[in-house]
């Protein structure tokens, strides 16, 4: 009865954990690199794209790599391009080290403007999958927000809405919706007229 107890216990053990492997499975591995920046310092540019990170973390849509850990497999195959920024040494990076995904961007800074731009590639294809990016006016220490809905963006999720009430105004918000509806109202208006169109004779048979 023991013997068969302890059994049981080993099944279900193994079950349970290949459950847990499977949904790990089930999310990509993704490597993302510190972003390019243009009228930014280093520091910044380091420091924003950490926020980025950390809001992927929150998204729950990868498994993210750790960069000592990519430096770490990198430095074992003796690769050179460390510190990586583009398309192309992402790709190439990726595939060295098989992750699935990979995310590159921008921060373009001139005066009080700056535009935040994100790129999330697939590695199997060589192919960027979503790009997406923000424009932010104002001081640089109030672009947190923008920063963390691009990573939103990314993972093809909506934000939450503590962060769209800052990017998104409400009166864009409600404008979005107002034309939401619009469309919503316009689409069975425009198929009532396609199809009363069907009917009516052509001026090729009069």
């Known amino acids: 009865m023991r013997k068969i107890a302890i ?5 279900f053990g193994s079950a349970l954990s290949q459950t847990k492997l499977n949904r790990y499975d089930a ?27 950390v809001e992927l973390h929150k998204t729950k849509s990868f498994i993210l790599v750790e960069k000592n850990q990519i430096n770490e497999l990198l430095r074992e195959k003796e690769y050179d391009r460390m510190d990586c920024k583009d398309m192309g040494c992402a790709i190439e990076i990726g595939k060295l080290i098989g992750i699935k995904k990979a995310i590159v961007g921008s921060f373009e800074l001139a005066a009080d ?47 939450p809405k503590d962060i769209l009430s800052i990017v998104n105004p409400k009166e864009e918000v409600e404008n979005q919706s107002r034309w939401k509806w619009l469309a919503w109202i316009i689409k069975p208006v425009n198929y009532i007229a396609n199809r009363a169109r069907e009917f009516l004779p052509s001026s090729s048979t009069k």
């Open 27 to 53: 999310k990509p591995t993704l490597a993302l690199f510190t972003f390019e920046g243009t009228g930014m310092q280093d520091e910044d540019i380091a420091l924003y794209t950490g926020y980025l990170r």
């Open 113 to 159: 403007t700056c535009k935040i731009s994100g790129q999330l590639i697939n590695i199997d294809s060589s192919k960027s999958e979503k790009s997406v990016a923000r424009t932010y006016i104002g001081e640089l220490e109030g672009i947190v927000p923008y920063v963390q809905v691009i990573a939103w963006e990314l993972a093809d999720i909506e934000a």
């Open 7 to 11: 059994l049981l216990l080993l099944l």
